[in-house]
């Protein structure tokens, strides 16, 4: 006979489970009890949202499913931000709440919250377990869901009761899982392969343009192999980056509200294009009539729901994108010539390259420039919301997938640091950095604690302009200057890091940037680097909300 | 604008139905009517829902639905060979006499039921189309209605065609 709770342990440790993130509870003491004496490490974190944006960081810098666990009611409910921001970027986590004994579900209990409800909109799929005996399928169809097909996260809710009670020991582990209900197409339509590759031969001007997809699907090898095999330049999405290297010649870097001219221009004018893991988010094609109005369009998406939802699509491949990727490879047999085609990109790529004034004054830009100079590719950067995520996805050079994590779907702020607390177990070997907002860390800084606790050797940069920088920035443009609360008062964050223990220093001047950043990535434990910016600074280039995306404002400021 | 009759095979799971309504209400509809009830397979139920939209959002709706993991198959019924249903119950005051015997000729008309008669009352029993139960309902107004329930439309194809997981 075992518990419910020794059940739970032993059914994450066959899913591979090696790292919870949690806070305990009441009605999570049982599980706590067997985490006692288990091989998973369990990593305390000082607020709940933390623990499901750490399983998020977990999930994406590894391609692993990220596990994160609270208790009933208030824990439960403090962890859907992070499991709202892992659903709208596709992350496979799986949550583990406590919930109320199953004798008093429904009853207003102390502490009951309906936890399987509320997630409800924001799961890829939820789970309230009223029996012991379904415990251990539970798990492992949770796990499942989560990472298979369109990855999302998936909740499990655990009722006191259900976790203490027994189920007869010795039972086979299940079987494989298999839902009638979801059955998720893995391998691209041929015919529809072979209508794509016909546009592909045909196309004068066509143009990649890569999501999340292709870093969710591993499918980076495969497209960098296309786009040199057919040379097809490439423009990635914010989720995107680092999908392919971004120094790579056929890379456009990103498109859509903040993204390059060169980007822009080219989706105006291409006449293919080829949509791979991206969802025509508003971010980025500004007003949808006018996003690549003269292209034919081939959408490759493992999510049929996706396909046609925002722009009718030419041809439609509902397939994982490695997949068809290598499908497309195997099945060419020739390609269109578009070399007058990359002239011209190439032509706008030396004309408007990535500006911003360079006058000795503390820019953000020039920090991130800086750190991308230092990392070179090797490393993760995590990224709180606001400009610093922009400043962050323009002028970080991106080398490989899994490299970048960022709230794209949601824009969460307070995402990039326990998010970096996650991608540190599981990469330990790279450097991790979260490029935050004073606004955005503030959303999250008690995990400071965490990393205090732990010696987790996360470097916090924050581009501190003492402004709720972003909102100024529309504020400033299309409020005419009123600053409606948004300015934030001076906060010593050196001072703040010492109180836990962490080393951290203020930097003011130009001079002192590359020497601060080497120091904390030198440093063997945290560290948290505050840097006065410019602080009316903005992001350019931008699409104003609304116009065609190669209506850029803000490009010609040197 | 049209209306559209959709047809959701799913698991027998408790809350199966408020994940299915739930993601038609999230993006916008509104559910004219929603009728569930357990199908030809013990472990499966169908629900039936009619909602207003354009065609590509309703497919879009349909798309959404078929992602939740305990949908198995989602069908839009609307444009196919089908034949619709609806139950009424309808509690009209009729005293005995003239009224009463006009209102059980209507009944008679309409093909209705009385399944209960009371001092003042009847219960007629209706099943039809929702044009037929809306007329009933219209004719029996002005003897005054006193309470009515319907259970919403279900519909089923007609011929061999079935609705079924092809899993
Ligand atoms: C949780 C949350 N609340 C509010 C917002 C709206 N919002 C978007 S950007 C932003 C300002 C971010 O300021 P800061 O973190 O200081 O970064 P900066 O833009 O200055 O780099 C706000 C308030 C949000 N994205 N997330």
Redesign the interface.
């Known amino acids: 006979m075992k518990t419910g709770a020794k059940t739970l342990i032993e059914a994450l440790r066959r899913e591979g489970v090696d790292t919870i993130f949690g806070y305990p509870g009441g009605s999570v003491l049982p599980i706590y009890d067997e985490l006692y004496d288990s091989s998973i490490r369990h990593i305390l974190v000082r607020h709940e949202q933390a623990a499901a944006h750490a399983a998020d960081g977990y999930a994406r810098a590894s391609g692993r499913v990220g596990v994160c666990l609270a208790t009933s009611g208030p824990g439960a409910c403090n962890l859907v931000t992070g499991i709202a921001t892992a659903y709208m970027d596709s992350v496979s986590i799986v949550a583990l709440t406590g919930q109320v004994p199953t004798g008093m579900l429904g009853n207003d209990a102390f502490q009951e919250s309906d936890i399987?409800?509320i997630t409800?909109?924001v799961t890829?799929?939820n789970y309230?377990v009223k029996d012991v005996a379904d415990l251990d399928r539970t798990v492992q169809e949770a796990f499942y869901?989560a990472r298979t097909g369109r990855p999302g996260p998936v909740l499990i809710d655990l009722p006191k009761d259900v976790t203490t009670s027994h189920v007869k020991s010795g039972e086979a582990a299940p079987g494989p899982v298999s839902?009638?209900?979801?059955?998720p197409t893995y391998q691209g339509h041929v015919r529809q392969i072979d209508k794509a590759l016909d546009l592909i031969a045909r196309a004068e001007r066509p143009l990649v343009y890569a999501g999340g997809g292709v870093v969710h699907s591993g499918a980076s090898a495969e497209l960098l192999e296309f786009a040199e095999a057919t040379a097809i330049p490439v423009t990635t999405t914010l989720m995107g980056l680092g999908a392919v290297p971004g120094d790579h010649p056929l890379c456009l870097g990103m498109l859509g509200m903040h993204g390059t001219q060169s980007a822009n221009y080219a989706v105006t004018e291409c006449d293919l294009l080829i949509a791979v893991g991206v969802r025509f988010d508003d971010r980025v094609t500004g007003k949808i009539e006018t996003f690549a109005p003269n292209a034919a369009i081939i959408h490759i998406d493992i999510?049929?729901?996706e396909i046609?939802?925002n722009r009718a699509v030419d041809v439609p491949i509902v397939g994982d994108v490695k997949a068809v990727l290598q499908a497309l490879l195997r099945r060419m047999q020739k390609h269109g010539d578009t070399a007058n085609w990359v002239a011209r990109i190439n032509t706008w790529k030396a004309q408007h390259p990535l500006r911003y004034r360079d006058d000795g004054r503390l820019r953000p830009q020039y920090i991130i420039r800086e750190l991308s100079d230092l990392l070179k590719g090797e490393g993760i950067i995590a990224s709180e919301v606001g400009q610093n995520q922009m400043w962050t996805a323009l002028h970080y050079c991106f080398r490989k997938p899994r490299t970048w994590l960022t709230s794209g779907g949601l824009g969460t702020m307070g995402y990039g640091f326990p998010a970096a607390i996650g991608a540190h177990f599981a990469r330990p070997d790279l450097p991790v950095v979260d490029v935050a907002g004073d606004g955005s860390f503030q959303m999250n800084i008690q995990e400071l604690g965490t990393v205090a606790q732990y010696h987790i050797p996360v470097k916090v940069v924050i581009l501190n302009n003492m402004y709720l920088g972003m909102v100024r920035q529309w504020q400033e443009l299309f409020y005419d200057r009123r600053y409606s609360y948004t300015e934030l008062p001076p906060v010593d964050f050196v001072k703040i890091a010492n109180a836990y223990g962490i080393e951290g220093i203020r930097v003011e001047e130009k001079d002192g940037v590359r020497e601060a950043l080497s120091a904390a990535l030198a440093a063997d434990g945290p560290f948290v680097l505050d840097f006065r910016i410019e602080r009316e600074e903005n992001v350019f280039p931008m699409v104003p909300a609304g116009a065609a995306i190669n209506e850029m404002i803000g490009v010609h400021q040197e | 604008m049209k209306s559209h009759t959709i047809s959701v095979l799913v698991e027998n799971r408790a809350g199966v139905l408020s994940r299915v309504a739930g993601m038609f209400s999230r993006r916008g509809f509104n559910i004219e009517s929603l009728a569930v009830g357990t199908c030809e397979e013990p472990d499966m139920s169908r629900i039936t829902i009619v909602v207003n939209g354009d065609g590509s959002v309703v497919e879009q709706v349909m798309k959404q639905t078929n992602k939740l993991i305990d949908v198995i198959k989602v069908s839009d019924l609307t444009e196919r060979e089908s034949v619709e249903r609806e139950l009424a119950l309808i509690k009209v005051a009729a005293e005995p006499g003239t009224t009463r015997a006009e209102v059980l000729q209507i009944a008679d008309i309409f093909r209705a039921q009385v399944v209960d008669v009371g001092a003042k009352t009847l219960v007629l029993q209706v099943a039809g189309d929702t044009d037929k139960i809306d007329a009933l309902e219209k004719l029996l107004r002005q003897y005054g209605i006193k309470e009515l329930v319907r259970t919403g439309k279900i519909a089923i194809l007609r011929g061999a065609k079935t609705v079924k997981s092809s899993k």
């Open positions: 399987t409800g409800m909109p890829k799929h309230l869901i839902l009638r209900g979801y059955q999510d049929p729901a046609g939802k």
